[in-house]
């Protein structure tokens, strides 16, 4: 008797726990996303719209050719149109994203994704209209610098996403 009282006991608990685990994870509004990498200067270039933040995590040299950035988009915020000559790799880290290359509908990205974008390809990312997000952009610089290109159309970026 005693055994089983522990052990419904013990399911009660891990019943707690995994409730907790999963309206924690429900929860990513702007002043919700959790910080790993620091969130860096507030961006002042007009390739953005919206509040950003920048953070230089590795800088490319002679000796490695590939930038690594944090970076985070207030909602509603977003990068112009670009392409990167080398090609880029997005982690999601927080929040709800988008991410759209040319001639493709708009994907939503969540902490976890990984998108990786060809070299030379128009894109553009940034966050989703309610939710802030995080990203680490990890950038091949061997072939050039980012080009950037016209500022995403509203419609554009209200446009259905489709994973
Ligand atoms: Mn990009």
Known sequence: MKYILRFNLACLLVLLYSCNCSSVESNSKAEEVSIIFPQGDKNTN???????????????????ETAVGNVTFAPGARSKWHLHPAGQIILAIDGKGYYQEEGQAKKILRKGDVVKCPPNVPHWHGASEDTAFVQVAITGRQNGATKWLQSVTEEAYHAAAKN
């Open 46 to 64: 007009d390739n953005f719209k919206g509040e950003v933040w920048v953070k230089s995590l590795v800088d490319a040299d002679s000796l490695n």
